[in-house]
Nanobody, 124 residues
Framework: QVQLVESGGGLVQGGGSLRLSCAASGLTFSRYTMCWFRQAPGKEREFVAAISRNEITTSYADSVKGRFTISRDNAKNTVYLQMISLKPEDTAVYYC?????????????????WGQGTQVTVSS
């Protein structure tokens, strides 16, 4: 059974930093493309970042480019999202997701496995 468990969320002041982690189990992690999405209150879930199986390809939403960095440690079955220069508009529940697709996409429907999410709140 595939499980994705996010951690690292919390309350931070604007301009601050957080690092989210997503620990995966029940799958051969190195064979999965990993990504992060987020959902703010009253809004649809949106793409944040993705990373390919071999770490060569990454992609980011325009709203987070230059501030967020996605990475993975295949030996630890974990994907990370380093977030700096956080803004109040980054407040959301952050979800990690996984799929065996080769090329990372920004489409929610392309990812089969999802975690439960971790709350990130950025105060102004």
């Amino acid at each position: 059974q595939v499980q994705l468990v996010e951690s690292g969320g919390g309350l931070v002041q604007g301009g601050g930093s957080l690092r989210l982690s997503c620990a995966a189990s029940g799958l051969t992690f190195s064979r999965y493309t990993m990504c992060w999405f987020r959902q703010a209150p009253g809004k649809e879930r949106e793409f944040v970042a993705a990373i390919s199986r071999n770490e060569i390809t990454t992609s980011y939403a325009d709203s987070v480019k230059g501030r967020f960095t996605i990475s993975r440690d295949n030996a630890k079955n974990t994907v990370y999202l380093q977030m700096i220069s956080l803004k109040p508009e980054d407040t959301a529940v952050y979800y990690c997701a996984a799929d065996t697709i080769w090329v990372p996409t920004n489409r929610e429907v392309d990812y089969d496995y999802w975690g439960q999410g971790t709350q990130v709140t950025v105060s102004s």
